[in-house]
């Protein structure tokens, strides 16, 4: 099997050599703290191993369950926020047909997406459309409290009981969460909803290769058994045995950590492929949330070229140089289709008549990096030869394992994340929850003086 390839000459190249490698022995001493779950977090390291234990019976299950579903579908909807559906959506996005919703013969199922945010014309447009189709749900949230989840959840419970009664509406649930703890289980227990446990030791944003990521990847015909050999092959390619120079997550972490000492304070990740789009969104959430704590943390961006070429390129160019850039670059694109030659060359383009578009997008991206490059932008380049499951499970691990190294670089917890509460608070605050009464009316005092 073909690894992602992160070339250490390249690597060598976006800061100094010696500074890289004299992280050597600290990476090799963080990476067996994560397999000897002797850091800080350790509670949390159950993603460590998991493309070894998961076991091929779950698996099966999951997938048993997706194509129960799929029998009975035309829209899955995915309810989570963070960690509970980014991960399922970057990787769907990657594998689906761009347009598979406006597919006149398709054959995967359409999968939406709630409880990302509390939009009201989101959720109410959404109950809209999926009057017009037969749909099923699959609600994921670790915690099982979550406010926006819980929302959207009981939203599309009732709508989805009165479309199909409740016993038909049971049978299209399928609920994500921990093995006791939560309203969420105790209602799926109540309920009888088909579930699938969230192991008690992976936290929400190392959680894409459980149930979490798998069941709705599976649904949308994923191949959910190639994502986790991927992940496995990776998980091989980043052990502490294996030498730093050949250690993808090795040299990927030391590198930006380098860069950051060096100011490179923000890191952005590119793609040259719109399919590629949120699994940016993805990876910033699992490095801002694991990172950003203690005033320490690079800041985690991201933009989709050649398209923000056009917005953002110039500020990336020529703007503060704060920056550096992570570059995913796929080598070979599902789909082949030439530039049609045109005798009188009205358009100019007869110079690449003939030319696929992955040639003159190649162009594109090697043109950028070195324009990048010399305005003083250092670049990483991982190459991944194709987009299918194989890879994907490859770069998922590899970004998890290099995640946890960095945060061990910074001396932080990469697994907790105690500044999300602080907004659930004030709001809960806001909104009266019982229990929050104290607190409620210092809020209030607060916004008021403020808006005075
Ligand atoms: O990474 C995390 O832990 C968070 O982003 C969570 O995934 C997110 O807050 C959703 O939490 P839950 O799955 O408990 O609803």
């Keep these: ?52 234990r998961t076991s091929d019976h779950l698996l099966k299950e999951i997938q048993d369950a997706a194509n129960a579903l799929r029998e009975k579908i035309e829209v899955l909807v995915v309810i989570g926020i963070g960690g509970s ?5 970057s990787v769907i996005d990657i594998l689906s047909h761009n347009f598979n919703a406006l597919l006149p013969d398709r054959k995967k199922p359409i999968i939406l997406y709630a409880g990302q945010n509390i939009g009201e014309d989101y959720l109410f447009e959404l ?39 409740k016993d038909e509406a049971k049978k299209r649930i399928v609920a994500i969460t921990d093995e006791k703890k939560g309203a969420l289980i105790d209602l799926a ?66 590198a930006r950590y380098c ?53 953002m390129g110039q500020y990336i160019q020529d703007g503060q140089r704060n920056l550096f850039e992570t570059v995913l670059s796929v080598s070979e694109p599902r789909n082949s289709l030439a530039i049609p030659h045109e005798n009188d060359d009205s358009d100019g383009l007869n110079f690449i008549s003939y030319k696929p578009l992955s040639y003159v997008n190649k162009m594109a991206q090697l043109g950028t990096l070195l324009a990048h490059v010399d305005g003083g932008v250092p670049n990483i380049l991982i190459e991944i030869p194709k987009l299918n499951e194989n890879y994907i499970g490859q770069l998922i691990y ?45 809020i209030r005092n607060r916004i008021d003086k403020m808006f005075k």
């Design 1 to 52: 099997m073909e690894p992602i390839i992160l070339s250490v000459d390249q690597v060598f190249a976006t800061a100094p050599e010696n500074e890289i490698l004299s992280l050597k022995e600290d990476v090799k001493k963080h990476i067996n703290a994560l397999y000897q779950k002797t850091g800080k977090g350790n509670d949390y390291l159950g993603w460590v191993d998991l493309p070894t």
């Design 85 to 89: 559906y980014l991960g399922a959506k």
């Design 127 to 165: 109950l809209e459309v999926l009057e017009n189709y037969d749909y099923g749900i699959t609600i994921i949230s670790k915690s099982g409290t979550t406010t926006e989840p819980a929302i959207a959840f009981r939203l599309l419970r009732h709508h989805l009981e009165t479309k199909y009664g």
């Design 189 to 254: 227990k109540k309920e009888g909803y088909k579930t699938f446990v969230i192991p008690d030791d992976v936290g929400g944003r190392y959680s894409v290769l459980t149930p979490v990521g798998l069941f709705p990847i599976a649904v949308a015909g994923g191949d959910i058994f190639a994502i986790m050999k991927g992940a496995k092959h990776m998980m091989e390619l980043t052990n502490a045995k294996v030498p730093f120079e050949e250690n993808p997550a090795a040299l990927y972490a030391a």
């Design 259 to 311: 860069l950051s000492t060096k100011g490179k304070h923000i890191e952005i990740m590119v793609n040259f492929t719109p399919r590629m789009h949120n699994f940016a969104e993805w990876w910033k959430q699992l490095y801002g949330e694991s990172e950003g704590k203690q005033g320490k943390g690079i800041f985690p961006a991201s933009v989709d070229f050649t398209t923000d070429l056009h917005s």
């Design 398 to 442: 590899m970004f998890e394992m290099a995640c946890g190294i960095s945060g061990y670089l910074l001396d932080v917890n990469p697994f907790d994340q105690p500044g999300v509460e602080e907004y659930k608070r004030n709001m809960f605050a806001l909104l009266g929850k019982p229990g929050c009464e104290e607190e409620s009316e210092k």
